[in-house]
C-alpha cells in the first residue's frame, strides 16, 4: 500500500531476545527497530509489554540488576522512540477473551491472557505481521487470528526505480 509504513507487531519475547543479546535474534530485532526509527517500517507492541519486558537474561541468571540494561529497555517505549506503544482498551481486552474462548474451543488448550492480549492488539491495529519467537505457536495462532506470525526478520523495501524479476 503506497504511503503507508509496513505495520509490525513485536510480542514481548521479540524486545526481550534484543535487551538480552541473544545470538542470531537480537541484530535481526536491532535491524527493525532501526528501520522503524528511520519510518521505513512501525513497530508496534501492547503497553503490557512494559511490564513484560522487566530484565534481561543476564540479569536473571546473576540475580543481579543492570542500570544499562534498565536504560536500553527504558530507551525501547521512550517518545519518539523506535516503537509505538498501544494501550490495552476495552476493545483490546474483549477481543482477547474471545480469543481466549476461541482458542480452547479450536482443541488447542490453554492461551494465556497477555498472548492474547498482544493478538487482540495486532489484531484490531490491523498489522501486517505479528513478529514472536514462540515457533511453536506461530501456525496456531495464524489460523486463530488469520494475522501473518512469524519470527522477526528484516524486511528490505524495495528499491526505488528497481523493476521487478519477471
Known sequence: MPGRSRRIYFDANVFLAFVSDEP??????????????????????????????AYGAEEKSQQSLDVDIEARIDGLWAPGGPVTLVEASRLVLVTARSLIRSNLALGYGRLTPLDAIHLATALVEKVDTMATYETNACARWATLTGLLVTEPEVYQPPLEGAVPDS
Open 24 to 53: 542470531g535474534r537480537a541484530a535481526v530485532v536491532e535491524e527493525q527497530l532501526r528501520q522503524s526509527q528511520a519510518g521505513s517500517v512501525a513497530v508496534l507492541t501492547s503497553t503490557v509489554s512494559i511490564a513484560e519486558v
